[in-house]
């Protein structure tokens, strides 16, 4: 026969509450008697009934990731740092994957206004920063991933795109090019906007006019920055480096290149942004901006659990992580 939590109040003689705040690490109880009901329940062999303390709780001990493209690579390593992480503190995910869609993203958010999740993570979110900031002040545990959102209520954890995309066009300028074109992400991503007006800034702070026709959107996928770099390229613009603003896109680059005969990097100069896996492998190997995507994913839900727990809000919430410019062959040239 189960033992219940009665048969283990009536064996110490105590009430069912009382074992119940013992089974919670609460400080209600003082340590004899928290003593002598764990001594009990490990003689009874009593094992708590998680569903039923989750649903006393009205905890599901569940977190929903939103991704808006799972096949991303990008967000791969994010997913198993969230995941790894998770599962450390007994919790677990469910992916929902948007499809580059604001409308899914919104749909999957009813899984946090039904209560079927403790918490939401968005990663690389089309959601703007009041459509979030209004979810958090209804009461919901949410945490972004990719953006920094400045209230107390949302968690976040996100790259400096701006410094990032600065040491790019440092580096290329550096070795002597001055036309460098831009291919951007989807056009309500946040990181596209951020990347591009990084883009404009690191111009302007060498001195290097902006050209829009230099500038054209691959919406993150291989084969949108094909067709972007071919777009420019049938505008007659002349330049001699490419930065997209994801490493997808530029594999893309590379097959546009690869297909007219222009050598990279003796012609043209190439760089990405992630480190996704591919990177290294391919010829020549990818000049990158490489950011620690496991440890956002990990730092992420930690944090966003300790929200959860805590029940409470600090405004130490937003955490900066560094990145890395990696630069390799499709680069390192000087004109």
């Keep these: 026969m189960t033992n219940k939590i009665k048969d283990v ?4 003689g105590v009430s069912p509450t009382t074992v119940s705040r013992v089974l919670n690490n609460s400080k209600l109880v003082n340590e004899k008697t928290k003593r002598k009901v764990l001594k009990v329940i490990e003689e009874m062999g009593y094992i708590p009934n998680a569903s039923a303390k989750n649903l006393r709780s009205k905890k599901t001990m569940t977190i929903g990731v939103i991704v808006t493209d799972i096949l991303v ?41 039904n209560r079927t999740i ?33 209230h107390d209520l949302v968690s976040c954890v996100y790259n400096d795109n701006l410094k990032a995309v600065q ?43 902006f050209d829009p026709e230099l500038v054209d959107n691959g919406d993150f996928s291989e084969y949108g920055g ?10 007659g613009k002349k ?35 992630d480190n996704i896996r591919v990177c290294s492998y391919v010829s020549p190997k990818l000049s990158t901006v490489a950011q620690p995507k496991y440890s956002m994913g990990a730092l992420m839900t930690e944090k966003l ?26 680069s390192d040239h000087e004109l």
Excluded: W
Aim: aromatic share 8%; glycine share 6%.
């Design 9 to 12: 109040s009536a064996k110490a």
């Design 239 to 273: 330049f001699t480096a490419v930065f997209a603003a994801n490493d997808e896109m530029a594999l893309g680059v590379y097959n546009a290149f690869k297909e007219l005969n222009i050598k990279i990097p003796e012609q043209i100069a190439v760089v990405g942004v």
């Design 73 to 113: 690579s990008y967000n791969a390593d994010i997913i198993k740092g969230i995941e790894n992480m998770a599962n450390s503190l007994n919790y677990k995910i469910i992916i929902c994957d948007a499809q580059d869609q604001k409308e899914k993203e919104i749909d999957y958010l009813n899984l946090l206004y």
């Design 305 to 330: 659990i300790d929200q959860m727990n805590e029940n409470k809000y600090t405004s130490s919430r937003t955490f900066k992580v560094s990145s890395t410019l990696l630069v390799r062959q499709s």
């Design 167 to 209: 040491e790019v066009i440092d580096h290329l300028v550096q070795n002597g090019h001055k036309d460098i074109a831009f291919i951007s992400g989807l056009k309500d991503a946040v990181d596209s906007h951020e990347r591009l007006e990084g883009y404009m800034k690191a111009l302007k702070r060498n001195q290097l006019p």
């Design 226 to 235: 094909y067709e972007a770099i071919k777009r420019i390229i049938q505008r």
């Design 118 to 150: 403790d918490g939401m993570i968005l990663v690389t979110s089309t959601l703007s920063d009041q459509e979030i900031i209004k979810i958090a002040e209804q009461g919901y545990n949410i945490g972004v991933i990719g953006r920094n959102i400045d």
